[in-house]
């Protein structure tokens, strides 16, 4: 069993990097001339992992969502990260929309992903364990092989690729 070779397939948000982007963009909102008077904010909740952006108008929302978009490239973040919990919008016109983090494979989304690796017809076993995935092989092109296949696949969420052994 020396001999096998393994790496994880998970999807992993850095939610420093996360804290980072929103307090920059929040600097950026405030000194953009278009966004002056806008009450528009973004806030970062780490212990539910989630931001919520707010907005006197859609046009104002867009916008902030771009800075943000632009700041969380810069760090490294995916905008996969990110999924629309909820978009409220009350009487004035002002709109607050919630978005959730994503952290973890989903049990149907690994389920596919190691469907699309059988796929592949290489001597590699794949086993979803919680929210990740171990895939191991004797052969380490093999697994470069499905690293490469799984980084040209188009998933909803970013995945990494840990402790390749």
């Known amino acids: 069993?020396?001999?096998?070779?393994?790496?994880?397939?998970?999807?992993?948000?850095?939610?420093?990097?996360?804290?980072?982007?929103?307090?920059?963009s929040m600097k950026e909102i405030i000194n953009r001339f278009d966004l002056k008077g806008t009450n528009s904010t973004i806030e970062f909740n780490r212990g539910e992992k989630t931001v919520i952006l707010s907005?006197?108008?859609?046009?104002?929302?867009?916008?902030?969502k771009n800075v943000l978009s632009s700041k969380m490239a810069k760090r490294?973040?995916?905008?996969?990260?990110?999924?629309?919990?909820?978009t409220e919008t009350n009487i004035s016109g002002?709109?607050?929309?919630?978005?959730n983090i994503v952290c973890g494979i989903e049990k149907e989304l690994a389920k596919s992903i190691v469907k699309d690796i059988k796929?592949?017809?290489?001597?590699?076993?794949?086993?979803?364990?919680?929210?990740?995935?171990?895939?191991?092989?004797?052969?380490?092109?093999?697994?470069?092989?499905?690293?490469?296949?799984?980084?040209?696949?188009?998933?909803?969420?970013p995945l990494q690729f840990i402790n390749y052994r």
Not at 8 to 24: H, T
Not at 55 to 64: D, G, N, P, R, Y
């Open 119 to 157: 796929t592949l017809n290489l001597k590699v076993q794949s086993a979803i364990q919680d929210e990740q995935i171990r895939v191991s092989s004797r052969d380490k092109d093999a697994l470069q092989s499905v690293i490469g296949f799984i980084k040209s696949k188009d998933y909803p969420v």
């Open 94 to 99: 002002a709109v607050r929309e919630t978005d």
């Open 76 to 86: 490294g973040v995916s905008q996969k990260a990110l999924t629309v919990k909820k």
């Open 1 to 24: 069993m020396a001999s096998d070779f393994s790496f994880d397939i998970v999807s992993q948000v850095d939610l420093q990097a996360v804290d980072d982007a929103v307090n920059i």
């Open 55 to 64: 907005a006197s108008s859609e046009f104002h929302l867009k916008q902030i």
